[in-house]
């Protein structure tokens, strides 16, 4: 599974709009004449009176900067990334001990649970995430003749609580790609796959 930049979007998005709050907030206060009669310009003079005539510039240079690394830093933020999986310590306390367990370990033995359901020619795991919320990608390649609902109803039903009971939590989230084989088209070729199903 692919972790996404949600929680960075929402960052920016409450600070922007609390900068164009604020803004309205201001020009609002500015028309009401709170702030001085409306008929009075913002700036009294020219911008130069506000940074200094030697530092306007500089200060430009340094705010379009500025805000160019922090619109790159949010573009690059929105690359779809792998949640990264270490090993997964499924026992904490060091009095009793402490088991370690990896992902890859547990991707072979979902694999052989799943090459055991009838139909299935062979499946590919991927367990990424963490023992609390673990994530596992599944690619099944099944026979033509094979009932797609039932080899997933038994991954779902038997497979997955398995994974779930040794890690010790629900799984956060699963993805089941489906390749639906068929036999040898001659004696020389296989046809690879007839259609893809995604879960």
Same mark, same amino acid.
């Given at each position: 599974?692919?972790?996404? @930049?949600?929680? !960075?979007?929402? +960052?920016?998005?409450?600070? #922007? &709009? %609390? =900068?164009? *709050?604020?803004?309205?907030?201001?020009?609002?206060?500015?028309?009401?004449?709170?702030?001085?009669?409306?008929?009075?310009?913002?700036?009294?003079?020219?911008?130069?009176?506000?940074?200094?005539?030697?530092? @306007?510039?500089? !200060?430009?240079? +340094?705010?379009?900067?500025? #805000? &160019? %690394? =922090?619109? *790159?830093?949010?573009?690059?933020?929105?690359?779809?990334?792998?949640?990264?999986?270490?090993?997964?310590?499924?026992?904490?306390?060091?009095?009793?001990?402490?088991?370690?367990?990896?992902?890859?370990?547990? @991707?072979?033995?979902?694999?052989?649970?799943?090459?055991?359901?009838? &139909?299935?020619?062979?499946?590919?795991?991927?367990?990424?995430?963490?023992?609390?919320?673990?994530?596992?990608?599944?690619?099944?390649?099944?026979?033509?003749?094979?009932?797609?609902?039932?080899?997933?109803?038994?991954?779902?039903? @038997?497979?997955?609580?398995?994974?779930?009971?040794?890690?010790?939590?629900?799984?956060?989230?699963?993805?089941?790609?489906?390749?639906?084989?068929?036999?040898?088209?001659?004696?020389?070729?296989?046809?690879?796959?007839?259609?893809?199903?995604?879960?």
């Amino acid at each position: 599974m692919r972790a996404h @930049a949600g929680s !960075t979007n929402r +960052v920016w998005l409450t600070i #922007l &709009g %609390l =900068l164009c *709050l604020a803004a309205g907030v201001w020009i609002l206060l500015l028309a009401s004449g709170v702030l001085g009669r409306p008929a009075e310009p913002v700036l009294g003079g020219s911008p130069e009176t506000l940074t200094g005539s030697q530092y @306007a510039p500089v !200060t430009a240079l +340094v705010a379009g900067l500025l #805000l &160019g %690394l =922090l619109g *790159l830093w949010w573009l690059l933020a929105q690359i779809p990334r792998r949640r990264a999986a270490g090993e997964f310590r499924l026992q904490e306390d060091p009095a009793r001990g402490i088991t370690v367990c990896n992902p890859p370990v547990l @991707a072979a033995a979902v694999e052989t649970a799943t090459g055991r359901i009838p &139909g299935v020619r062979g499946a590919t795991a991927l367990v990424r995430g963490t023992p609390e919320e673990p994530d596992l990608t599944l690619k099944v390649t099944v026979d033509a003749r094979a009932d797609i609902r039932a080899v997933v109803d038994r991954i779902q039903q @038997a497979v997955v609580p398995d994974l779930a009971l040794a890690l010790g939590n629900p799984l956060h989230s699963l993805g089941i790609q489906v390749e639906v084989s068929t036999r040898a088209g001659s004696a020389d070729s296989a046809v690879s796959s007839t259609g893809t199903v995604v879960y």
